[in-house]
């Protein structure tokens, strides 16, 4: 099992930046990779970035390349998620991931484990 808290949500206005951390605890050992997704009402949860947990591997949405910048450190189990520029289109509810195993890092499906999500709305 492994459990996950995001934190660092929040109101901004556009172009503002944000970063949101993901701490992860439990059996993180077996962690082979770590996402962010995020879903906005509506519309379904979708894939935003992903790195695995030895940080030799990062991908990202390719609308989302050149603003967001995922990172991790391993001493202290976090994840983060820097969000810079942006945009009201980015306002949605945003969820950390985990997974055991080097499925398609894309699909929510491919995660076990899930944050609750944290919320981050951007203002015009």
């Known amino acids: 099992q492994v459990q996950l808290v995001e934190s660092g949500g929040g109101l901004v206005q556009a172009g503002g930046s944000l970063r949101l951390s993901c701490a992860a605890s439990?059996?993180?050992?077996?962690?082979?990779?770590m996402g962010w997704f995020r879903q906005a009402p509506g519309k379904e949860r979708e894939f935003v970035a992903t790195i695995t947990w030895s940080g030799a591997n990062r991908y990202y949405r390719d609308s989302l390349k050149g603003r967001f910048t995922i990172s991790r450190d391993n001493a202290e189990n976090t994840v983060y998620l820097q969000m810079n520029n942006l945009k009201p289109e980015d306002t949605a509810v945003y969820y950390c991931?985990?997974?055991?195993?080097?499925?398609?890092?894309?699909?929510?499906?491919?995660?076990?484990?899930w944050g609750q999500g944290t919320q981050v709305t951007v203002s015009s």
């Open positions: 439990g059996r993180t050992f077996s962690v082979y990779r």
């Open positions: 991931a985990a997974s055991f195993y080097d499925y398609n890092y894309y699909y929510s499906s491919s995660y076990g484990y």
